[in-house]
């Protein structure tokens, strides 16, 4: 309860404020500071020494907020040169130099630790000066009060008020929107001020009126408060008005203000308007005396005067009264300025000087010409202060309005006392100083005896003095306190003080009034920091007198006792034991009690005896005078800490009891153990794996006596009860309590009776000691049979508790205490502990059941229904989670970049609905990439153990993990899993799962074209049509579709095969992942065909799930959206089949197509649309020009393929990604789904046959193109082909070859003139491969013979050509 610097806003965008502002400058120089520290530092010697010796002065710093360094420009003192305004809402900044000006307002958000923080965000910038070469002198912010019923007192909106060098004051909305502006004075505006109603504090108090105060070099102007709200409420009307081009104009009232020529004095800087004065009738006869002579006559009433304070030299200071009714207040013309953006053409001519309906250009006119300005009155001053040497440089009046700091050129402070008009005070060594005034309330509570309404709350009055040449902020209380507090802030800060509150608030709205506003305010231009300083009332007090201070330096004392670590426990339980006792004040003494309490350094025993002594003291006091509150307190944490005592005794006790009576109600749960140990063992091992963790969060750790009584809370009848903290907290405490009964180490009976004793709840305990047991999974797997009985016996301890089972309970109804534990089962994510658990439960709710059934002479089997049918239930939902668990987290392959495996719970597994399992599952084969051949042999090995186990009678054993691989085991795993949940994993669901999963992980990364092609394979091995066609067609609408139409209009953009960057930016992936996505595509809709073609052949299959897991709720299964999935137009299927099978075939070979454009209007019109709609397709003959652009890309497909078989450059796949073998360019499958395309384009297949066949034969694949020859229907066209082309051969070998021999030349010579005619104009460079052995020429020319008939033109040069090949082989 110290003085303090509290941030409470934080100003955005410094920096674009700035730059805003100076941007006419590049380069701000830098402020020299060595000679300004030269000259302060002879006046800080005093100030120094005060500050090191100093007593019962509190003293604090608080350090900068730490943020990035900012330029040398940034770090200058460019606030300086600003004038700032802040509203005294601190709801709006005003920063403004020369010409321009940033409004900011607030804004609330939101940081990253969830709390609501208030901001400074820039809402407006502009140039708010009009005339030439005027500037921004002065500018303060007015709150206006609100005159709505449901909001009186509360602001409604600020006014910017704004002075320039110019003498006029203009007006402005939040927005920047200009009101009225006024020319009062032709001289430069020097200081604006403002005064507000004030609630008086005591009967008699003279109540001030509002006003606005406009300084002038030789004179000041005060506009009535009243007067200035009506106006400005009347202009922000119109311009709503104008802003919805709405109504009539409705004339502002004038203003009404006074102005006075201050005389007497040679130069004014600053001004204070004190208010309205009345005087005694000894200080009316001093001055009458004074003014005139001793034969002055004196009036009967003391006239009321309003003071006036101004600051400047000759004299220093000076004091100006001026009397009521002296001068009558003048009514200016209001100047009217809307806004011409705001307004519509019907005001556009009305935003003159109340010239609303003139004519444009009168009204510009009268613009031009400014007002008229009146005369000032004449007021002499009073008295002064006179200096002749010392300058006055600003004066700073107090909230009481009797006391007021000026500062001077001299780096001096003065306290002024105004009524009696004399320096009472001053500081020195504050050169440029920054003054402000807090006024500080008493708090009720701190009253000793409790104040009526005849004892008004006292305020304290504080000055806040900011020294920027040290960068320091001093609090000093007043008249002639000491220094209260002292922060070391910035040195380029602003000190931002009001003065003021709410303008429009008078006696009758200001009741109840609760308005909070900030009183002074520091701003850091560095770290856009706005703080305020909190002052407690205590420290205006004086330190002899006030019992208080001496109980906070007592505090004081015993918090620095316990933050010191090396102080023996003897000594600070005496220390902290005294300071305790001599502590007076309940409240305090409650908060060192508390301290004390909390502190981690402090013993145990130390604590108790401390508490103890308080108690025994507060006992003996009278009972009146002792805090109700503060005794409860001492007796609760008595009582904690004897809990917290007791508990650590007896877990160090070294006997250990005995638990009768638990075998007879644990028989069977060995069996059960052993039944599951396989499965515990395998769980064990996945869940050990070393880990890094801290010492202090070790379950190991002891729980510290400070943590426990945090935790535990006493209640009004005598019963603790646990404050449910964090999840670790919870553990910690559980883990204090039962552990070491859980472990066998402490003895359980004993600790049951002695929580039961402290009054704590069974349900808590019980939660306590289940939180504890499932978070220590892995030490109870290491000794689960010893574990699990210890738990039995506390299990069994907690229900026999009075308030654990109701004695009204009957056992065929739930019971709410064995209900809760099941819920806890259910929830938990530790499988092995959750069973185990149950079975204890299980049997310990079996054997209460049966002793309330021997009770009550009933029968067991009418008793025992319901209860343990939802624990057997419970019981075979632990066992599938651990199986499936266990499962999940058997660690993925090396290299593997998925995070840690997920947690599984029977509540998870309930509200993920009825495709939860198959889903949880898909992801894990997903992690293991478990491929989808292999999957496939693992759920055969699951179908025949299935048919192995229906063989057998009746017999259910796991199967047994013996001493295999890793990955054996795992596919036991699996099948131990799928045998569990046979309707849930079924072979079609899963596949459908894991095909799902597949195809949104490669919607993740589209790169990954494995993920896509898995997603195909496991769609594959879906043997449903149903499922098969929902899945696909919800792939295809879903994922596929998008990137289909991308990569299809840009290949037709294009008109070829796209390079990787274009792929990249429109269809989101590289070349060579495109191209393994269309093949993708293409298998997709072929699957999509093939299973709606099945559908109408085959039932829909029904989905079930497992009779322990009916209660499923949750979002649909796949499969159930899948069957719900509306069939899809087989020709539309096929239409984006065959448009995916040749952009598969582009980007393959990488040809040159503009694939859309081999389809007419219909056909294009059709691409892309819902599958499930009817759309008019392609029909009848096509156009001849398409066919032949179809068949002439074909064609060029069939020639790619043969170049791609014989290249040893091109790999087996067609991209690197790790597609198939069967995918890429030298697939066999290519030449059949040419002719396949061919027929549905209406492509001639043989002329695609023929030209295979010749393509073959230039390739020199002689084998290959006999097998297609069978097939060709025309062969006179085909024999006259391959004549050419064995022509091209014998060129080639007779002519071309470099290795021509003299037999060959012979041969040529013996050959028929018109046969060497031919030969030697054959060009054999259009084959590939011109080399070919002498035996394959020759079977092809055979095989030509053979086709051509005999009355074919050119058979004769087939025979030819037949003894030419001959007689060269023979010769050869």
């Not at 426990?708 to 005598?718: A, H, K, N, R, V």
Request: net charge negative; proline share 5%.
């Amino acid at each position: 309860m110290s003085c303090s610097l509290l941030e409470f806003c934080r100003l955005q965008e410094l920096k674009t404020v700035r730059d805003y502002l100076f941007q006419s400058q590049k380069n701000e120089p830098v402020e020299e500071k060595n000679q300004t520290e030269n000259d302060v530092s002879w006046e800080t010697s005093e100030w120094e020494s005060a500050w090191d010796s100093g007593e019962n002065k509190e003293e604090e710093t608080t350090s900068a907020t730490k943020v990035e360094e900012e330029p040398t420009e940034q770090r200058a003192p460019w606030l300086q040169d600003c004038v700032v305004s802040l509203s005294p809402c601190s709801d709006l900044l005003v920063v403004a130099r020369e010409q321009k000006a940033v409004f900011l307002s607030a804004k609330w958000r939101t940081d990253d630790g969830g709390r609501e923080e208030m901001t400074l965000a820039v809402s407006w910038t502009g140039t708010l000066s009009t005339d030439e070469g005027e500037c921004v002198s002065s500018s303060i912010c007015i709150p206006l009060a609100s005159q709505k019923r449901s909001s009186t007192g509360r602001p409604d909106w600020t006014c910017v008020v704004v002075g320039f060098t110019s003498g006029y004051v203009r007006f402005y909305t939040e927005n920047g929107v200009l009101l009225l502006a006024q020319l009062l004075h032709e001289d430069p505006v020097l200081r604006l001020k403002c005064r507000t109603y004030e609630i008086p504090r005591h009967p008699g108090v003279t109540e001030q009126h509002e006003e606005l105060s406009i300084l002038y070099p030789a004179s000041m102007v005060t506009i009535d408060g009243f007067s200035l709200f009506q106006s400005l409420r009347a202009c922000k009307n119109q311009v709503a008005r104008a802003a919805a081009a709405g109504s009539d104009v409705i004339q502002p009232p004038p203003l009404a203000y006074k102005k006075w020529g201050l005389q007497d004095m040679d130069a004014i800087v600053d001004h204070c308007s004190v208010g309205v004065m009345t005087l005694c009738v000894f200080d009316q006869m001093k001055n009458a005396s004074i003014l005139g002579g001793f034969h002055a006559s004196v009036k009967g009433n003391p006239p009321a005067m309003s003071q006036y304070v101004t600051v400047g030299g000759g004299p220093y200071t000076g004091f100006y009264y001026a009397v009521e009714g002296s001068s009558q207040p003048l009514l200016s013309h209001v100047a009217l300025a809307v806004a011409s953006k705001l307004t519509s053409a019907l005001f556009s001519a009305a935003s003159g000087w109340l010239g609303w309906n003139k004519h444009k250009n009168e009204e510009e006119a009268v613009q031009k010409q400014k007002p008229k300005v009146e005369p000032a009155t004449p007021l002499t001053i009073r008295f002064g202060l006179p200096d002749s040497r010392r300058h006055g440089e600003s004066i700073c009046l107090s909230p009481c309005n009797t006391l007021a700091g000026v500062t001077d050129d001299f780096g001096r402070v003065s306290l002024l006392d105004l009524a009696r008009g004399v320096a009472i005070r001053m500081w020195k060594g504050y050169r440029d100083a920054q003054l402000g005034w807090l006024q500080v309330p008493e708090e009720r509570v701190d009253r000793e005896s409790s104040p009526s309404a005849s004892h008004p709350r006292r305020h304290a009055l504080f000055l806040v003095i900011y020294a920027p040449r040290r960068g320091i902020l001093e609090v000093w209380g007043m008249q002639h306190g000491p220094r209260v507090g002292a922060f070391t802030v910035g040195k380029h800060c602003r000190l931002l003080y009001a003065g003021y509150r709410l303008m429009g608030v008078n006696s009758v709205t200001s009741k109840g009034w609760q308005l909070h506003t900030q009183q002074v305010c520091l701003l850091d231009p560095i770290t856009g920091a706005l703080r305020t300083v909190n002052i407690p009332f205590h420290l205006a007090l004086s330190d002899k007198k006030s019992e208080r201070a001496k109980d906070m330096h007592l505090l004081k004392k015993l918090t620095t006792l316990l933050r010191s670590r090396e102080v023996e426990p003897d000594i600070l339980e005496s220390e902290a034991k005294g300071a305790l006792l001599d502590i007076k004040h309940p409240a305090i003494k409650k908060q060192a009690l508390e301290s004390l309490l909390s502190n981690k350094n402090a013993p145990v025993s130390c604590l108790a005896n401390i508490t103890s002594a308080l108690y025994d003291t507060l006992k003996q006091q009278d009972p009146d005078e002792v805090d109700p509150a503060l005794q409860q307190l001492c007796s609760s944490q008595l009582k904690l800490l004897q809990l917290y005592s007791d508990i650590q005794q007896l877990h160090s006790a070294a006997d250990t009891e005995t638990c009768p009576g638990t075998e007879e109600s644990l028989e069977g749960i060995e069996e059960e153990l052993s039944r599951v140990g396989p499965t515990l063992q395998r769980y064990a091992q996945l869940t050990t794996r070393p880990s890094v963790s801290f010492a202090q969060d070790s379950p190991n750790s002891l729980l510290p006596a400070q943590a426990f009584l945090s935790q535990m809370e006493c209640t009004e009848g005598e019963e603790l009860r646990v404050i449910r903290g964090s999840e670790t907290q919870w553990n910690q405490l559980g883990n204090f309590m039962f552990w070491g009964c859980l472990c066998g180490k402490s003895p359980l009976h004993k600790m049951c009776d002695t929580l039961q004793q402290a009054g704590i709840s069974p349900q808590q305990l019980l939660s306590l000691l289940l939180s504890v047991w499932l978070q220590r999974e892995k030490e109870v797997l290491q000794k689960p049979e010893e574990t699990v009985k210890n738990l039995h016996t506390l299990l069994i301890a907690l229900s026999n508790m009075k308030g654990a089972v109701e004695d009204s309970w009957d056992p065929q109804s739930i019971s709410p205490w064995w209900q809760q534990v099941r819920t806890t089962c259910i929830q938990s994510h530790n499988a092995a502990a959750a069973l185990l658990a149950a079975f204890v439960a299980h049997r310990a709710t079996k054997a209460s059941i049966t002793s309330r059934a021997d009770s009550k002479f009933q029968s067991e089997w009418e008793a025992v229904s319901l209860e343990l049918e939802q624990w057997l239930v419970c019981v075979r939902q632990l066992e599938d989670v651990l199986v499936l668990q266990t499962l999940l987290l058997v660690p993925p392959p090396q290299g593997s970049t998925v995070g840690a495996a997920p947690q599984c719970s029977i509540k998870t597994l309930l509200e993920g609905g009825t495709g939860g399992i198959a889903d949880s599952i898909s992801k894990w084969v997903f992690r293991h990439n478990l491929a989808p051949e292999r999957l496939k042999e693992i759920l055969q090995k699951k179908e025949e153990a299935d048919e192995k186990l229906e063989q057998k009678s009746g017999e259910g054993k796991e199967l047994e993990e013996g001493n295999q691989e890793d990955t054996d085991r795992t596919a036991e795993l699996l099948v131990a899993v799928c045998q569990r949940f046979p309707h849930s994993l079924s072979p079609d669901l899963l596949s459908a799962h894991c095909c799902w999963e597949y195809v949104v992980q490669w919607n993740k990364d589209p790169e990954e074209g494995q993920y896509l092609w898995c997603a195909v394979e496991h769609l594959k091995l879906v043997s449903s049509p149903h499922i098969k066609l929902g899945i696909s067609a919800m792939m295809w609408s879903t994922f596929i579709v998008k990137r289909f139409s991308a990569a299809a209009y840009l290949m037709e953009k294009v008109g070829k095969a796209p390079k990787d960057r274009l792929c990249r930016r429109d269809v989101g992936m590289g070349d060579k992942a495109v191209t393994s996505f269309l093949g993708c595509c293409v298998q997709l809709l072929q699957i999509l065909m093939e299973a709606d073609s099945a559908v109408e052949e085959v039932s829909a299959p029904e989905l079930s799930m497992e009779e322990a897991w009916c209660g499923a709720e949750g979002p649909a299964s796949l499969a159930e959206m899948a069957l719900e999935q509306r069939g899809v137009h087989y020709p539309l299927v096929q239409h984006h089949c065959l448009v995916a099978s040749l952009l598969h075939a582009a980007m393959t070979f990488s040809l040159k197509v503009k694939p859309l454009s081999l389809f007419d209007s219909k056909g294009k019109n059709a691409f892309f649309r819902d599958l499930t709609t009817i759309q008019l397709m392609p029909s009848g003959d096509m156009d001849p020009g398409l066919v032949s652009i179809r068949q002439e890309f074909l064609l060029r497909v069939l020639t790619a393929w043969v170049q791609a078989i014989n290249d040893p450059s091109i790999p087996a796949s067609g991209n690197t990604s790790p597609t198939p073998p069967s995918n890429g360019p030298k697939a066999d499958w290519w030449p059949s789904l040419c002719l396949e395309l061919g027929s549905l384009l209406q492509v001639n297949p043989d002329i695609l046959r023929r030209h295979l066949v010749c393509e073959l034969y230039s390739q020199g694949l002689d084998p290959r193109a006999e097998e297609v020859m069978l097939e060709v229907e025309d062969k006179d066209v085909l024999g006259s082909q391959l004549l050419v082309l064995t022509g091209q051969r014998l060129s080639y070998c007779l002519l071309h070859s470099q290795s021509q021999t003299q037999s060959a030349m012979e041969l040529l010579a013996r050959l028929p003139p018109t046969l060497c005619t031919w030969i030697k104009a054959m060009d054999p460079s259009e084959l590939r491969l011109p080399l070919v052995p002498l035996s394959q020429t020759s079977r092809l020319v055979g095989r030509l013979v053979e086709i051509l008939p005999e009355n074919h033109a050119q058979y004769i040069l087939a025979l030819h050509l037949l003894e030419a090949v001959e007689a060269l082989s023979a010769e050869g």
